[in-house]
C-alpha cells in the first residue's frame, strides 16, 4: 500500500460557526435572528395515558390513521424504503460533540465521547488495569502488563448465531455490561420474541474469573446507551406486534381496510415491550406496564420507546425500571444530566404508498429530553420538534441551558438540490423545548457531512463538489450568526478539537467535481473565527477511514500528539505537531481463519501508558506509538 502523502490546500469549502462575536461579508447572508419557523412544530411535552383501556383506545386510533397497504408509517419494515438516501447519508457521516474525545490526563485513553460525564458503550474499553473486548461472542479480559489473556468468558452459550452479533460494551469498576443483539427464535419462552429480535443485556462480574450475574432481554432493537455514575441508561425501539396479511393481493384500499381489522383486534401488549430477566437461578418475566407509557401529542401508533436505568454496582440488573413513550427515534444524545431522544417524524403514507423522497414540510426531527442528573429512572422535561434530519448525536448540543440543533432540509438528491442546513437553538420551558434563535442558508444545495460544537463556537461542514467549513457564533442564543467559512475540495466527516485553538478534520479528499479521491486528514487553524484556515493535509489516495462515520474509531493524544487512524485494513499512526501531519508508519493484524492474505479490519487503538493497543476480531496488538514497532501479538483463540 502507498504511503499517504502531503498536500496543498485547494479551492473547496470548510464552514466554521462561530459562537464568539464577529461578522462577515457574504454575498446572500444566511437568515439569523429569532426561530419562527419551528413553533408550529412544537410538540406539547408527553402526556400520561388515564388507564390500559384509554392507551389502548388512542393507540389504535394513532395506527389506524397512519396504517396503508404495506403496513405503519414509521414501521421498521418501511423505514429503509421511507428513509430513502437520508438514512444512507447518515450511517455514513460523524462528528463529535462538545467534549468528545478530551483527555482527562490519566496514563491510559478513553473511548472518544461526546460529552464528558456520559460514557458510551464501545467494541473495547479500559480501566488502566486491563483490556476488556468482546469479539466472536467471547469476552476476554487482557493484562496490560504481562501481554496475557487473564480471563475469559463464552457470550454465546452454544449459539452460534450470536458469534456473528456485535457486542458493545460499558465498564464500571469490576463491573462489565455487554449490550448485543438477539436474533428471533421460534422456541422463545418469550411469545414477542419468536417473531422479533430482542435487545440481550449480560452483567458481568470481572473480580477473578469473569462471570456472568444477570441477563436482561427485551422485545426490540437498541438504539444506544449511556452511563453517567453508576447507572447505565439503554434505550431500546420496539416495533408495534401488528401481524398484517402480505400486500400482495387486491387494491390499496382493500389492503389498507384488511390492515385496519388487524389493528381493531389488536390488544394493548401489541404496543408494550415483554421482557425478561435473570440473576443466577432466579428468572422474572414482565412487560412494560400502561402506567410506564406516555404519548406526544402527535403519534402513529408505529413504536415505543423505552429507556432502561440499571445500576451497575449491584449484582442483578432487575427489571430495568422501564420509562416508555409511543413514539420513534433513531438518535441518542446525553450529558452528565440529560438525555436526548431524537428521530425524524415518520412520513405518513400518501395514498397508501411510502414516499420515498419526503418533501421539506415532512422532514422533522421531534426530540425528547429527560433528566437523568438523579440514578434511576429518568425523569420527562421538555419535548419540541425542528424542520429537518439530524445527520447523527453530533448535531445535537446543550450548552449554558440551550440545546443547539443542525439539521439538513429540502432534496440534495435531485438535479436542482433545493437543500440548505439550518442551526436553531432551543430552550426547555414548561415541558418544551421552546425556539430561541437560528442561522439558515448553510450550504445551500448541499447536506451536513459534520459539526463540532465547542461551547459557544460550532463548526459545521457541509458538502456536495467543495467542502465549506463554516464556523459560528452562538454565544447569543437569540441571534447565533456566521463568523467564517473556508472553502477546500472534498470533506471532513469527523472533527475533532486539537490544543492551541486548532482542528483536525477526517474524511475524503475530491476533485472540483465531488468525485471522492480518498482519505484525508486536515489540520485547520481556527483561531481568528472570521477567517478558519488549513494548515496541512494527509491525503491517502484510495483510502478510507471507519473513523469517517465512527468517531469511536479515532484515537488522538494530546500529550504526544498521536493520531491513531483506521485506513482500509490497518491503522495508520500520525503525530499532529504545530502547524504539521507527519506519518509514523501502519498497524496490521495477520489473518485469521479462511480471509486468505487479506488481514482482518483493527477496528479500535488504545493506550495504556507508553504503549499502544489495537482490536480486531483476531486479537490485540501491542505497539510502540513512536515507531509503529510491534511489541506483542494476543491471538482471540
Not at 117 to 140: M, N, Q, Y
Not at 155 to 166: F, I, N, P, Y
Not at 279 to 298: F, I, K, N, Q, Y
Request: proline letters at 7%; aromatic letters at 6%.
Amino acid at each position: 500500500m502507498k504511503r499517504g502523502t502531503k498536500v496543498a490546500t485547494a479551492g473547496g469549502s470548510l464552514v466554521v460557526l462561530a459562537l464568539l462575536a464577529g461578522s462577515m461579508a457574504v454575498s446572500q447572508p444566511p437568515p439569523t435572528g429569532p426561530d419562527t419557523t419551528a413553533a408550529p412544530m412544537v410538540p406539547v411535552g408527553l402526556v400520561s395515558f388515564d388507564s390500559c383501556a384509554d392507551a389502548l383506545a388512542e393507540l389504535r386510533a394513532a395506527a389506524t390513521a397512519s396504517v396503508g397497504p404495506y403496513g405503519l408509517a414509521g414501521d421498521a419494515r418501511l423505514k429503509a424504503a421511507v428513509g430513502g438516501a437520508e438514512s444512507m447519508a447518515r450511517s455514513f457521516a460523524g462528528a463529535p460533540g462538545d467534549t468528545a474525545g478530551r483527555d482527562s490526563g490519566a496514563g491510559y485513553s478513553t473511548t472518544n465521547n461526546h460529552e464528558a460525564g456520559a460514557d458510551e458503550p464501545d467494541l473495547v474499553k479500559t480501566d488502566g488495569r486491563r483490556i476488556v473486548t468482546v469479539t466472536g461472542g467471547v469476552l476476554r479480559v487482557v493484562d496490560p502488563v504481562s501481554r496475557r489473556v487473564t480471563g475469559r468468558l463464552d457470550l454465546a452459550g452454544g449459539r452460534e448465531e450470536l458469534r456473528w452479533q456485535e457486542h458493545r460494551l460499558l465498564l464500571l469498576g469490576d463491573r462489565a455490561l455487554v449490550l448485543s443483539e438477539d436474533p428471533p427464535r421460534p422456541a422463545d419462552a418469550l411469545r414477542s420474541i419468536r417473531r422479533a429480535g430482542t435487545t440481550r443485556l449480560l452483567l458481568i462480574g470481572l473480580t477473578g474469573r469473569p462471570l456472568v450475574l444477570g441477563t436482561y432481554r427485551i422485545q426490540g432493537s437498541t438504539v444506544d446507551a449511556r452511563l453517567t455514575g453508576a447507572t447505565a441508561r439503554v434505550a431500546v425501539h420496539s416495533s408495534a406486534r401488528l401481524e398484517f396479511p402480505p400486500a400482495s393481493e387486491g387494491t390499496d384500499e382493500a389492503r389498507t381496510e384488511r390492515n385496519r381489522q388487524v389493528i381493531a383486534r389488536a390488544g394493548v401488549e401489541a404496543w408494550l415491550p415483554e421482557y425478561e430477566w435473570t440473576a443466577g437461578p432466579e428468572r422474572h418475566t414482565g412487560r412494560v406496564g400502561c402506567d410506564r407509557l406516555s404519548r406526544p401529542e402527535r403519534m402513529t401508533g408505529s413504536s415505543t420507546l423505552t429507556v432502561l436505568s440499571f445500576d451497575l454496582t449491584r449484582d442483578r440488573l432487575g427489571d430495568g425500571d422501564p420509562a416508555a413513550v409511543a413514539a420513534d427515534a433513531d438518535t441518542v444524545y446525553g450529558t452528565a444530566t440529560s438525555l436526548y431522544l431524537a428521530g425524524q417524524r415518520p412520513t405518513p403514507n400518501t395514498g397508501g404508498i411510502p414516499r420515498w423522497r419526503p418533501s421539506s414540510a415532512d422532514q422533522v426531527t421531534d426530540i425528547y429530553q429527560f433528566d437523568t442528573a438523579a440514578p434511576g429512572r429518568p425523569r420527562f422535561l421538555a419535548a419540541g420538534s425542528v424542520p429537518g434530519w439530524l445527520i447523527n448525536q453530533y448535531a445535537l448540543s446543550e450548552w449554558a441551558g440551550h440545546l443547539r440543533v443542525a439539521t439538513t432540509t429540502g432534496d440534495f438528491w435531485s438535479e436542482g438540490r433545493a437543500s440548505e442546513s439550518t442551526v436553531r437553538v432551543l430552550r426547555p420551558a414548561d415541558g418544551a423545548l421552546v425556539p430561541v434563535g437560528m442561522v439558515g442558508g448553510l450550504g445551500r444545495g448541499e447536506r451536513i457531512y459534520s459539526v463540532r460544537y465547542l461551547g459557544p463556537v460550532a463548526y459545521v461542514v457541509t458538502f456536495r463538489q467543495t467542502d465549506p467549513l463554516y464556523a459560528l457564533d452562538l454565544a447569543d442564543p437569540a441571534a447565533p450568526v456566521v463568523t467564517g467559512e473556508l472553502k477546500i475540495t472534498g470533506y471532513s466527516a469527523y472533527l475533532h478539537p486539537l490544543p492551541q485553538e486548532r482542528l483536525l478534520g477526517v474524511g475524503q479528499e475530491a476533485d472540483s467535481q465531488g468525485r471522492t479521491k480518498g482519505v484525508q486528514v486536515s489540520l485547520f487553524d481556527v483561531r481568528d473565527p472570521g477567517r478558519p484556515d488549513r494548515l496541512d493535509q494527509w491525503h491517502l489516495p484510495g483510502g478510507w477511514s471507519s473513523a469517517e462515520h465512527d468517531p469511536h474509531a479515532f484515537l488522538y493524544r494530546p500529550d504526544t500528539g498521536l493520531v491513531a487512524l483506521p485506513v482500509d485494513a490497518g491503522v495508520r499512526l500520525l503525530r499532529v505537531r504545530d502547524d504539521t501531519i507527519s506519518e509514523i508508519g501502519e498497524v496490521t493484524h495477520p489473518a485469521g481463519g479462511n480471509r486468505g492474505q487479506w488481514g482482518p479490519a483493527v477496528r479500535r487503538s488504545l493506550v495504556i501508558g507508553d504503549v499502544l493497543w489495537t482490536v480486531s476480531e483476531t486479537g490485540l496488538r501491542a505497539t510502540d506509538p513512536a515507531s509503529a514497532r510491534s511489541l506483542a501479538w494476543i491471538a482471540a483463540t
